[in-house]
């Protein structure tokens, strides 16, 4: 099948001539004729197969006729990353040449003014990060009523970038009669939901099974030691004779480690991540494509959609978290039917994610090779997420499992009458009585519970204790008399002197007697003890006239 069977117009088969392309790709067979009847297309198939194109080309024969208004766009491509949006910008620069739609760009790293230029001058293709647009809509800059065709492209990508509110935001500002475009290389659940409650009545095309890498792509797994992945990485670059390469990684500060550790072997590399400025991203992906250096350590702002044309090699210096982006990274390479080769480094605590990986794609990755530095497979436990009982060292042999530590024993703690140490031992109280010099002076008071009192609780008795008199307290009222209370032990809890250790003295304090000058009534009281509780709140003073 040619793209004149597609039922494209003459200038797009014109501007596909011009770029050398003759036969449509799976997915571009299926796609485009469905989309060009104006139906909804909900689209799965790996990453290099061509998806781009095929929502690109029948959205320019789409909107040709007709012309767009102010700060209103007739279409919408929704990109979860700077690198595609810009990607997406090209490839309408290149089918669109016969053809006069004028298109913008609004990602972030930009000057808005910029943007909102272009916007009020009317756009007919909006391509866009969801951040940097709902910025224009919710400034009034941008009206999203008159859109014909809105695109989301690698859906998959946006949920894991958490994307997804905003993209549920952006399709309320979109008209409810508008034409839907779901494409990803995935298809979980997740976005089989949002696709539902997205499109009407889509038609699905799925081209390959979902997340299969290309049978074009040459894969090897290694395990190593993590503490030699720097220089195991050096090795393998050294081997192979690498022209050009994409190293991945999971953590961003890994990368710069990563580059240095490279520049310092000799190897000419610069690295690449989103903690890194919109110009300098775009500077340093240029330049890779000129071939102006050989080695690019990323991180997974280039495992999506990045078209570079004859990559040999990809290298995964960690293994990904998500199963999903490991077709991704290596989809870079073995692409439009040359043949690459993506080489992976993983650790045995990765192992876990290299079992998620190969359940995905439905087969083990082969083994690979690199002398003195390549350790064991683990065994069937680690890879299911399990705790292993033993590992492998270096040759690949077992090792003696870890003899589990057992956990110290801890006495139960026992009601009062069941421990022999306080049998043995009788609690008391200590009690503080002032000496006629008014010095406080301990007194030990027997407080040792009968067994009456051990059975039922005794009422509060009180014993009026005659308060010393001193020189400071004449001439006062006399206090009150204190309480002396015997409570019973407290069976739900250890008795009080048990929460210390048996060599602390005991605690000295006031006791059950309260010094007389400390019960002393205030000069100008308007109470008395035996005054009820509404007597004893103050009383306002009348001001006098």
Known sequence: MSFSELGLSDEALRAVADAGYHTPTPIQQQAIPIILQGRDVLGTAQTGTGKTASFTLPMIDILAAGRAKARMARSLILEPTRELAAQVQESFKVYGKYHKLTVALLIGGVRMEEQERLIDRGVDVLIATPGRLLDHAEHGGLLLGGLKVLVIDEADRMLDMGFIPDVEKIAKLAPTLRQTLFFSATMPKEIRRLADRFLQNPKSVSVDPPASPAETVDQLLIYIDAADKREAMRSLLKQHEVPSALI?????????????????????????????????????????????????????????????????????????????????????????????????????????????????????????????????????????????????????????????????????????????????????????????????????????????VQETAAPRTETPEAAPTTEKSEGRSAAPPARAVQRPPRDDRQPRNDRQDRGDKPVVGLGDHMPAFLMATMPGSETTDDASDDEKKPRRRRKSS
């Open 248 to 452: 991945f990684c999971n953590r961003k500060r890994d990368i710069g480690v990563l580059t240095r550790s490279l520049k310092n072997a000799g190897f000419d590399a610069l690295e690449l991540h989103g903690d890194m400025s919109q110009p300098a991203r775009t500077e340093t992906l240029e330049k890779f494509r000129r071939g102006e250096f050989t080695i690019l350590v990323c991180s997974d702002v280039a495992a999506r959609g990045l078209d570079i044309q004859g990559l040999p090699f990809v290298f995964l210096y960690d293994v990904p978290t998500h199963a999903e982006d490991y077709v991704h990274r290596i989809g870079r390479t073995g692409r439009a039917g040359m043949v690459g080769r993506a080489i992976t480094l993983a650790t045995h605590e990765e192992a876990k994610y290299v079992g998620q990986v190969e359940q995905l794609i439905g087969r083990p990755i082969p083994m690979g090779s690199l002398p003195n530095f390549e350790r064991g497979q683990p065994d069937e436990d680690q890879k299911r997420g399990r705790k292993s009982r033993g590992g492998r060292g270096r040759s690949g042999e077992r090792s003696a499992p870890v003899a589990a530590v057992q956990p110290a024993e801890t006495p139960l703690r026992t009601a009062p009458e069941a421990s022999p140490v306080a049998a043995e031992k009788p609690k008391g109280r200590v009690r503080r009585r002032r000496s006629a010099t008014g010095v406080a002076q301990a007194e030990s008071v027997d407080a040792t519970p009968t067994p009456d």
